[in-house]
């Protein structure tokens, strides 16, 4: 449930308000928006009488019962106000939800040396990527692959970053590395195989670093924002979704399923930003192209593409990755995509939201 406060209401009512609901036992989550306050009640509400709680103030505009199974990620949460998660990096801040046209994450699956981590960061700073990807621990089918180079790999990273003053986005796998990695890391990457590792989840969300969550190959949109929604009920807002494609049935001449529905789908039940990685979504790099150019004219808020100077000699991911030049081609098509229109704004159904519970 959520209580929309009118526009100028004082702050001490607020707190008023606030304290008479804990007094409940019902946490009561306040949210600035760009034009009101929105508190949500997080706890069993399920007894609760929205009457009850809008005779609580003369201040309360609206009670809107939120029926998800998710509710900090949902929309409504934030009364229809999409979040922006900023990361701030060497570079400048960067806005995940905000910069126009899109934040663009590129790199090679996974760090292979040094020299190959910084000559690929440089070429990307060139081309407009903001922030730099890159494996250090590698989430393999098979235990005989290449597995990461792990910690020296970091530190790599971290020297690309000071070169270039990329942002750095790299994925942890397990609780006991998550310290290390978000020493290095501006944003962690929680990958597909451990979108259901509710302990890591519940870790990503007591540190402060923001999250990339990609949706599980299997998952399901309510499976995957409520991964999200542990994050969140950890403590940590800053989450970025990132869809990269779930297995169906042909997997003959793609690798998987890249769901591009899921943007429009997104908008209408979470305020996160949202993420398309068609590389993993296809992969195979010749598709790759045409679906980057998709997310953007379907309202992605970012696009994470996988770059390697040399893709026929990649550890891993090899099919999937653009060179450096493909990547330049590509980025001066999907500026042309951006500049046709600013689908965010448009796709985002504030109207819808306050009626979809
Ligand atoms: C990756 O980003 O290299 C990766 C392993 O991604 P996913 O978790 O989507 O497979
Ligand atoms: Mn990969």
Redo the contacts with the bound molecule.
Sequence with gaps: MIIVMKPKTPAIEIQRISEEINGWNIIAEKSIGKHQVVIGLIGDTTELEPSRVQALSSFIEQVVPIERAFKRVSREFRNGEPSVVAVPTPNGVVQFGQDFPVVHIAGP??VESESMIIATAQKLKQVGAKFL?G?AY??RTSPYAFQGHGESALDFLATAREQTGLGIIT?VMNVADLEKVAQVADII???????HNYSLLKKAGSQSKPIFL??G?CATIQEWLLAAEYIIAAGNSNIIL?E??IRSFDSQFTRNTLDLSVIPVLRTLTHLPIAI?P??GTGRSEYVPAMAKAAIAAGADSL?I?VHPNPAQAL??GPQSLNPEQYQDLMAEMIQVSQASDCRTKLTPQSAVLTAV
Excluded: Y
Excluded at 189 to 195: D, E, K, V
């Design positions: 699956c996974s990807r494996g590698k989430p994925e990457q929680i990958g597909a195989r451990n979108m990609k949706r190959m990132c990269r494609g990685d590389s993993h994470m996988e891993s991911d």
